[in-house]
C-alpha cells in the first residue's frame, strides 16, 4: 500500500535554500552551491547506583556544516573566503585573531516553491574550521568550487 502525503503538506526540497552572510564579509548567497544543515549532539551523563545505572542528559555540542561555493572570477570567491580566514588566523605573520572579528552569524533559510521562507536558523558564532580551494585538472571542464566547514557556538530555529 502507498502511503501518500497530503497535497496540503508540500514537502520542503533540498534546492530550495538561501545561505546568507554578514554584508562585510562580501560574500554573496547565490555563490553558495550545497550547504548541510545544523547537527545536535547530546551527550549522556551515567548516574551508578549499587548494580545499576541511571542516565541524564549531558552537554550539548553543535556539529559542523559543510559549505560549497562557486569560484567565480571577479569578485574572487577564494579571495573573500581568505578574507574572512585573515580575521581568524593571518598566514604572513602567524597572528590569530580575535573571537570578536572571526566569529560570524550566518542564516539558513528553506523556501518554498514560490520563494518564501519556511524555516530559518541562525548559525550564531560560526567561524571557519577548514578550508579546500579545489585543485585544476586540465581534463576536467568543470568549475573550480571552494569548500569550508563552519563551528557554529549555537544554531537557533526561529518559531
Not at 545561505?19 to 545536535?40: A, C, D, N, R
Not at 593571518?90 to 523556501?111: H, P
Request: charged content about 25%; hydrophobic content about 40%; overall charge negative.
Amino acid at each position: 500500500m502507498f502511503r501518500p502525503i497530503p497535497v496540503e503538506q508540500e514537502p520542503k526540497k533540498k534546492n530550495r535554500f538561501v545561505l546568507e552572510f554578514p554584508t562585510e564579509l562580501g560574500i554573496e548567497s547565490y555563490l553558495v552551491q550545497t550547504s548541510g544543515k545544523p547537527k545536535l549532539e547530546i551527550g549522556s551523563v551515567e548516574i551508578p547506583y549499587m548494580n545499576s545505572s541511571t542516565w541524564v542528559a549531558g552537554r550539548s555540542k553543535w556539529g559542523t556544516i559543510d559549505i560549497e561555493f562557486i569560484d567565480v572570477i571577479g569578485p574572487s570567491t577564494t579571495q573573500k573566503i581568505n578574507e574572512w580566514i585573515a580575521l581568524h588566523f593571518e598566514a604572513a605573520t602567524g597572528l590569530m585573531g580575535y573571537a570578536v572579528g572571526y566569529k560570524k552569524n550566518l542564516v539558513l533559510k528553506a523556501l518554498d516553491p514560490v520563494g518564501v521562507e519556511v524555516e530559518k536558523w541562525t548559525l550564531v558564532g560560526s567561524f571557519i574550521t577548514s578550508a579546500d580551494f579545489d585543485s585544476f585538472d586540465y581534463g576536467d571542464e568543470g568549475f573550480i568550487k571552494c569548500k569550508i566547514t563552519i563551528q557554529p557556538d549555537r544554531c537557533l530555529l526561529a518559531a
